[in-house]
């Protein structure tokens, strides 16, 4: 029965938080519960669930992307730029892709090849991409985008949201790679131990750097979106978004040391923070005291992550 | 008289594993006591429980004869015992004096450190051992010998009465080997007891006065050195005959496999040629630190070498990666399991089958239901003991997950099998069936190549036997020529007239 309890818990646990949270504030704000509420904390748990996706890859092989809110804000701002030259859509989007993807290829260059840790080389490029995002844009928003283009951000298909329609996508791929591709194998065996990966004749310096090639893509992606659903690329976009995602990704049961995770929790933890913002803003919780919130959410998770592994 | 430590009934169990069953153990002041047993029979175990590291889960530790109520690694050093680990707890950085007086420093005015004062006690606890050792000294421009003067003086200096010594000689030379033994017979004549744990057999009778033997987890014997015989103690070790221990069988050689000429890396190995032969298990042997690991790195492409050819099957071939030595159908089986072996948060499925991912997907994806088939079959045939391929290495003893490491290269059905030190830390039963399996490779045509430190099953297990010595290879004997004391004379570099300077030992960048 013990036994049972603790698996419940173990397996579930997040699920649990989950629910019992919506409902305190289902209580405190019936408003809550409003299907426009809904859909609206859905939508916008998107932007930064697909990249808390990106980011999944990248803390299951034991490292950490603090780049990703600028990485948003540069392929935002391409994006933008690009749909004033009058690009078509999709060479639009493919472009913020491929922004996000490069920018996940220097860091994965320089962390593999460099040898410089995690930290250090995206908290550089997070100060490098924001940098580029002012510069390109003077500091201004580029806004005033066209009604085709806006239409990935607040569009409906099959009755849902475009962002939604995408995160779900982006979730149901991510879980076949981790779960049933050799990258997936490689990727969670690196954060586990990475010697014993590379003494097994695999490439890890490749499927490491790939990891941020992913984190990278999920921010060019979610950029295309916020952009269109804000219609207009800000130079701020972004700005504190990987402590959103790294809580997300962390409250989803992933282990900050590697190895260990799932995209399933990183969907439940994107939709906890998304829900707990959404309800704070209900209970007009201030911004600031907003921010304090989650910070402690994060050392909390991580550290019931660590209660987790002690009484293993 | 009351013994300086008795340890009663001592009882220690970890997950899967009767680690300690009622041992006892008796140390006299002024002792050298001898702690001998396989790996895994337990006495890192007693000693961590000496030491405060681990509790025991039955029975009662008394020093002087007073029971010690209070566990914990602080509080058995305030009793007067103190252990040197065999790989040292010095900061590579600080000083000699720094490092003895590690959170201890004498202070001046209650805050400022006091140095003169800490140079004038290094060089008086340094007195009796005759050693002029610079107190300023920064402990990595030491050699080895020196780093455990360092670590004895400092349990002097904490007033231990009483010092364990886990495997202290395994980093040093001749000379420095007889210094030590020196160091310990005047601890001894000032009253300090010693236990001594070592596997070099030989060198017992030298310093210990008595010895005690564990097997499994239980204490064998104990009993005055000078009345056991080398193959007595060996006997009680193995718990059965040598010839179960090692079941060798005579298999014919085929044609050649690797073959090493004058493999060069600087100040890691000098001129190093050799080869392997289809059906032949080679074992390599010398001191830890010799450079044997370091030589079949190069071989695996896990480091390059500086000049030298490697031919397999006879066509010389350029290794620059553990991903290039797997495609030519090499497989290494590290030296440490755990670190460089296993992923120990995954499954045994996951274990197994890291290397033959690409061999079971298609465009990525993996072909689950026929890998999970395959590593099936090599867990039965292997008779690996686990719940299910889904258990997490983790939780599997030293001997299965060695087994699934095995499992790992078996898979990929390679032509060259390089083990290094297979059987550390695993028990006497399993460390059999590993040498059957080697066995069963060789005999299948495979060529086998077994770095190991254990003399006996390199004695017992090779056609060949290759020692190192200071990164170069001092001899060669062919299984019917080999006798253990001219191994371990080459072993300890004894016939090297020019004994070329490498930085071998001790030589560890930062992690």
């Given at each position: ?312 | ?83 040197i680990?065999q790989e040292l ?40 051992f005759?050693i002029?050792l ?5 402990i990595y421009t030491l050699g080895p010998a020196y780093q455990q003067v360092v670590e004895i ?12 010594m886990d495997e202290p000689t395994a980093a040093l030379t001749g000379n420095e080997v007889e210094r030590l033994f020196d160091i310990i017979r ?10 001594y744990?070592s596997h070099r057999l030989e060198e017992l009778?030298k310093v ?59 100040g890691v190995c000098q ?13 390599f042997t010398g001191l830890v630190g010799a450079g044997r690991t370091e030589i ?157 430190s254990?003399l ?10 290759e020692v190192v010595f200071s990164g170069a290879i001092v001899a ?8 253990s004391e001219r191994v371990m004379e080459y072993a300890l570099g004894l016939h090297s007239q020019t004994s070329i300077k490498l930085q071998v030992e001790g030589h560890q960048?930062?992690?």
């Amino acid at each position: 029965m013990e036994l049972s309890l603790k698996g419940i818990l173990k397996n579930y646990g997040i699920l649990i938080a989950f629910f019992a949270i919506c409902a305190i504030i289902s209580i405190l704000s019936p408003v809550f519960l409003a299907p426009n509420n809904i859909i609206n904390v859905i939508r916008q748990t998107s932007i930064y669930g697909i990249i808390a996706v990106g980011m999944t890859f990248v803390i299951l092989t034991g490292g950490i992307d603090l780049s990703v809110g600028s990485i948003l804000a540069v392929s935002g701002a391409v994006c933008a730029g690009l749909i004033h030259a009058q690009l078509p859509v999709a060479a639009v989007i493919a472009a913020a892709l491929g922004v996000g993807i490069a920018f996940g290829v220097f860091n994965g260059l320089f962390i593999t090849l460099g040898k410089i840790t995690p930290f250090v080389v995206t908290l550089g490029m997070m100060g490098i991409a924001r940098g580029i995002t002012l510069i390109y844009t003077n500091g201004y928003p580029i806004s005033g985008l066209p009604e085709d283009f806006r239409f990935v951000g607040s569009g409906y298909l099959f009755g849902l949201p475009i962002p939604v329609l995408i995160f779900i996508a982006v979730v149901l791929v991510a879980h076949f790679v981790l779960t049933q591709t050799r990258m997936g194998r490689y990727t969670y065996a690196i954060g586990g131990n990475e010697a014993a990966v590379r003494l097994s004749g695999i490439n890890a310096n490749f499927y490491k750097a790939l990891a941020y090639v992913i984190a990278g893509a999920t921010a060019g992606l979610s950029s295309v979106i916020l952009t269109a659903r804000l219609n207009s690329a800000e130079p701020v976009a972004g700005n504190g978004y990987e402590l959103d995602v790294i809580a997300a990704v962390v409250i989803g049961g992933t282990s900050l040391s590697g190895g260990r995770g799932s995209i399933w929790g990183t969907f439940i933890g994107a939709l906890m923070i998304g829900v707990i913002n959404n309800g704070m803003n209900l209970l007009g919780i201030s911004s600031y005291f907003q921010l304090v919130v989650k910070g402690l959410i994060i050392i909390g998770a991580v550290w019931l992550d660590r209660l987790r592994d002690e009484s293993n | 008289m009351a013994f300086a430590l008795e340890m009663r009934g001592i009882t220690k169990s970890f997950p899967g594993v009767r680690a300690l069953k009622g041992v006892d153990f008796e140390l006299e002041a002024g002792e050298v006591h001898a702690l001998v047993g396989e790996n895994g029979a337990g006495k890192s175990t007693l000693m961590k429980i000496l030491s405060g590291l681990y509790t025991a889960d039955e029975g009662e530790i008394r020093l002087h004869g007073k029971p010690i109520t209070t566990t914990g690694i602080r509080s058995m050093l305030d009793a007067g015992v103190s252990v040197i680990y065999q790989e040292l707890n010095l900061v590579r950085h600080l000083s000699v004096a720094e490092n003895i007086f590690l959170g201890r420093e004498p202070l001046l005015a209650g805050s400022l450190i006091d140095w003169s004062k800490m140079d004038k006690d290094v060089k008086k606890l340094l007195e009796p051992f005759g050693i002029d050792l610079n107190p300023r000294a920064k402990i990595y421009t030491l050699g080895p010998a020196y780093q455990q003067v360092v670590e004895i003086v400092k349990a002097l200096s904490l007033n231990s009465e009483i010092i364990v010594m886990d495997e202290p000689t395994a980093a040093l030379t001749g000379n420095e080997v007889e210094r030590l033994f020196d160091i310990i017979r005047s601890l001894k004549a000032s009253g300090v007891s010693v236990i001594y744990i070592s596997h070099r057999l030989e060198e017992l009778a030298k310093v210990a006065d008595r010895v005690t033997i564990i097997r499994d987890g239980q204490k064998i014997i104990t009993k005055a050195i000078a009345e056991l015989k080398t193959d007595e103690i060996i006997r009680h070790m193995v718990g059965r005959s040598l010839d179960e221990q090692y079941p060798k069988m005579t298999i014919p050689v085929g044609r050649e496999v690797l073959r090493v000429e004058n493999l060069t890396k600087q100040g890691v190995c000098q001129d190093v040629s050799f080869h392997v032969n289809q059906g032949e298990i080679v074992g390599f042997t010398g001191l830890v630190g010799a450079g044997r690991t370091e030589i079949m790195q190069l071989l695996f492409g896990h480091t390059q070498a500086d000049s030298g050819q490697v031919f397999i099957d006879g066509v010389k071939t350029h290794i620059r990666s553990p991903r290039d030595a797997v495609k030519m159908g090499i497989g290494l089986i590290p030296e440490e399991r755990k670190q460089q072996g296993l992923v120990l948060g995954l499954s045994v499925l996951d274990n197994a089958s890291l290397t033959v991912l690409d061999l079971f997907s298609r465009f990525g994806v993996l072909l689950g239901r026929s890998l999970q088939a395959k590593v099936k079959s090599m867990v039965d045939k292997m008779d690996i003991k686990t719940p299910s391929l889904k258990q997490q290495v983790l939780h599997l003893s030293g001997g299965n997950q060695q087994k699934v490491v095995l499992a790992k290269w078996f898979l990929r059905d390679c032509r060259l099998y390089i083990f290094d030190e297979p059987t550390r830390g695993i028990d006497v039963g399993a460390k059999v069936e590993i040498y059957k399996l080697m066995q069963n490779l060789a005999k299948e045509g495979a060529a086998v190549i077994m770095v190991s430190s254990e003399l006996l099953e390199v004695m017992n297990m090779s056609d060949r036997i290759e020692v190192v010595f200071s990164g170069a290879i001092v001899a060669e004997f062919k299984r019917d020529e080999a006798d253990s004391e001219r191994v371990m004379e080459y072993a300890l570099g004894l016939h090297s007239q020019t004994s070329i300077k490498l930085q071998v030992e001790g030589h560890q960048d930062g992690a």
